[in-house]
């Protein structure tokens, strides 16, 4: 899969969760989603989707510091380093992440289907 469309899928999830727009997000992932967040959770779609619809998770700014694309035959695997501000569960936060997903091509399009998070320690 080339590179430059998995940028730009990145980019659609992006803006996806700094808008926190759900129906974007539903196209974006997988039903088979399964997530891996920074506290060691095992996240599904609807959990996630769930997060952002509840307002439990708020994402105000997502700004990319690095990327790295590794194409495979039908998806790609990212690893993105971010510079996060959200509110979660009440409380504002601004933190650096990494995230490393794997992207597949779906018959509607192109899919995270799994995919996991880290606090960047300094």
Excluded at 57 to 71: A, G, L, P, R
Aim: charged share 25%; with cysteine.
């Amino acid at each position: 899969m080339e590179e430059s469309c998995i940028y730009e899928y990145e980019e659609k999830l992006r803006q996806a969760m700094v808008e926190g727009n759900v129906e974007s997000l539903d196209n974006l992932i997988s039903d088979n989603l399964t997530f891996v967040s920074p506290f060691g959770q095992i996240v599904t779609k609807e959990d996630d989707l769930n997060s952002h619809r509840l307002g439990i998770v708020n994402i105000t700014d997502i700004e990319f510091i690095n990327q790295k694309v590794i194409s495979l035959e039908d998806g790609a695997v990212t690893i993105t380093k971010a510079r996060v501000q959200a509110t979660v569960a009440g409380k504002q936060r601004e933190d650096e992440m990494y995230y490393t997903r794997v992207w597949q091509k779906q018959k509607n399009g192109v899919q995270v289907i799994s995919g996991h998070s880290s606090f960047v320690q300094e």
